[in-house]
């Protein structure tokens, strides 16, 4: 298995051409890393997903709520809620875990 580590992380995002890239999949577990440009430009998931922020801090909007977030700092979304990050400083970075079924796990 690879490290998954802040500095491979970024070397592999580097490699591509997008803001995301997926470093682990098991099961129904994906993990990505994401770096947006400027703007997140996200649209609701199809799965619960869990961030913990990686570098940087900004402002995360969830179902139109705004909250500051800061390094080591985790965040749960249910699968189709509306969510984004905003105002984040330009070396802000996030770790993705989406898990579970289409449509989310039921809550409680």
Do not use: C
């Amino acid at each position: 298995m690879s490290r998954l580590t802040l500095s491979n992380a970024r070397e592999a995002l580097a490699r591509g051409e997008s803001e995301f890239v997926t470093l682990f999949q098991h099961g129904s577990l994906e993990v990505e890393f994401y770096k947006p440009d400027g703007v997140d430009r996200q649209t609701p998931h199809t799965r619960d997903e869990i961030y913990v922020v990686a570098s940087g801090a900004g402002f995360f909007v969830h179902e139109g709520e705004r909250q500051p977030v800061e390094v080591g700092e985790v965040l749960f979304v249910p699968a189709g809620d509306e969510h984004r990050f905003v105002d984040f400083t330009d070396d802000f970075a996030t770790w993705v875990m989406f898990y579970g079924p289409e449509g989310g796990e039921a809550g409680g």
